[in-house]
């Protein structure tokens, strides 16, 4: 492998410019690490979040920094001779960017507790939208939420990266879903398991949705004080995970001061979740939605569409062929 490698990095934090394709270092691998070549790589509103400046603003101690948690891509060194995985093995994951090299680059070097096989269903390109978006649903609908048959189970922005496969998620372990997105994903949200589509921009969910077990709150309190509106539509008890709890400082007060519960969630690689979500994906009872790609190369617009919003599912750069 060559010592170095192109990869879309910044320079300093700011506005989606500071993007760029440049040579850095190809990574090493070491100890328990995977050494993976990228093929593709999701693109999703943490990294965007993190090349503004606005998350983990002291994390990135080092530049020219390479963005990107989620990849897919062909093993290419592994530990030991008799490792699980071997060279040519197809693989997607999670980075653990900012302490190491992010996806937006041809090669990662993760632990191999962070990854699992490629469902050979997915393209490359489908199955790098995949890692973060599902298990941050996952996470707050299923093993957070408790996802189960007889509750019901509020997604506010279900068309989205992670909410596309919460509604999913929560439908597959039998749940009442209820989703808040545009009139134009309806019927797309109702495809994937909603009993219930809340169009957003005419309805106010909390004139409608009562009683609810859960609500998976992936829009966040600095838009529209979604998140302590959503403490009126809980059952007394119920239970409210956000996966923005920073922008809600009195979180614990208001839930406790309604008689519900309410708590902050953060996703880390996890590579057994991995694998029960891929076999879900390759017996098709869970579909992963991609809304655009882009080369490497215009990371930069990517990020752009990312911050513009709205965007059906997740949006992927094409690394190299594969």
Same mark, same amino acid.
């Given at each position: 492998?060559?010592?170095?490698?192109?990869?879309?990095?910044?320079?300093?934090?700011?506005?989606?410019?500071?993007?760029?394709?440049?040579?850095?270092?190809?990574?090493?691998?070491?100890?328990?690490?995977?050494?993976?070549?990228?093929?593709?790589?999701?693109?999703?509103?943490?990294?965007?979040?993190?090349?503004?400046? !606005?998350? #983990?603003?002291?994390?990135?101690?080092?530049?020219?920094?390479?963005?990107?948690?989620?990849? !897919?891509?062909?093993?290419?060194?592994?530990?030991?001779?008799?490792?699980?995985?071997?060279?040519?093995?197809?693989?997607?994951?999670?980075?653990?960017?900012?302490?190491?090299?992010?996806?937006?680059?041809?090669?990662?070097?993760?632990?191999?507790?962070?990854?699992?096989?490629?469902?050979?269903?997915?393209?490359?390109?489908?199955?790098?939208?995949?890692?973060?978006?599902?298990?941050?649903?996952?996470?707050?609908?299923?093993?957070?939420?408790?996802?189960?048959?007889?509750?019901?189970?509020?997604?506010?922005?279900?068309?989205?990266?992670?909410?596309?496969?919460?509604?999913?998620?929560?439908?597959?372990?039998?749940?009442?879903?209820?989703?808040?997105?545009?009139?134009?994903?309806?019927?797309?949200?109702?495809?994937?398991?909603?009993?219930?589509?809340?169009? #957003?921009?005419?309805?106010?969910?909390?004139?409608?949705?009562?009683?609810?077990?859960?609500?998976?709150?992936?829009?966040?309190?600095?838009?529209?004080?979604?998140?302590?509106?959503?403490?009126?539509?809980?059952?007394?008890?119920?239970?409210?995970?956000?996966?923005?709890?920073?922008?809600?400082?009195?979180?614990?007060?208001?839930?406790?001061?309604?008689?519900?519960?309410?708590?902050?969630?953060?996703?880390?690689?996890?590579?057994?979740?991995?694998?029960?979500?891929?076999?879900?994906?390759?017996?098709?009872?869970?579909?992963?939605?991609?809304?655009?790609?882009?080369?490497?190369?215009?990371?930069?617009?990517?990020? !752009?569409?990312?911050?513009?919003?709205?965007?059906?599912?997740?949006?992927?750069?094409?690394?190299?062929?594969?």
């Amino acid at each position: 492998m060559s010592p170095v490698m192109r990869a879309a990095a910044i320079d300093s934090t700011g506005g989606p410019d500071m993007l760029r394709v440049i040579d850095v270092a190809s990574p090493r691998r070491v100890n328990a690490e995977v050494l993976v070549k990228v093929v593709a790589a999701g693109v999703s509103p943490l990294d965007a979040r993190m090349r503004a400046g !606005s998350r #983990y603003p002291a994390s990135l101690e080092s530049f020219p920094a390479a963005l990107g948690y989620d990849f !897919s891509g062909i093993v290419t060194e592994v530990p030991y001779d008799a490792h699980p995985l071997s060279p040519g093995d197809e693989v997607f994951g999670l980075t653990a960017v900012p302490r190491g090299t992010g996806s937006y680059a041809e090669y990662v070097s993760v632990p191999s507790t962070s990854i699992a096989r490629k469902p050979t269903r997915l393209s490359h390109v489908e199955a790098s939208a995949v890692p973060l978006a599902a298990l941050t649903a996952w996470g707050m609908a299923i093993d957070v939420g408790k996802a189960h048959s007889g509750q019901v189970v509020l997604v506010h922005a279900g068309a989205g990266g992670v909410g596309h496969l919460a509604v999913q998620f929560a439908a597959h372990f039998g749940a009442h879903v209820i989703a808040t997105g545009s009139s134009e994903n309806a019927s797309w949200l109702r495809e994937l398991g909603a009993v219930e589509v809340i169009d #957003y921009t005419t309805t106010r969910f909390e004139d409608v949705a009562v009683d609810v077990d859960l609500v998976i709150d992936l829009v966040g309190n600095a838009t529209d004080a979604t998140s302590t509106r959503s403490l009126s539509v809980l059952r007394h008890g119920g239970l409210l995970v956000t996966a923005l709890p920073d922008e809600w400082t009195t979180m614990a007060d208001d839930a406790a001061n309604a008689g519900v519960r309410a708590t902050g969630f953060a996703v880390a690689p996890d590579g057994q979740t991995l694998a029960m979500i891929s076999r879900l994906l390759e017996s098709g009872d869970v579909h992963v939605y991609v809304s655009d790609v882009f080369d490497l190369a215009e990371a930069a617009a990517a990020h !752009s569409a990312v911050e513009a919003g709205h965007t059906r599912g997740k949006i992927v750069l094409k690394v190299c062929d594969g």
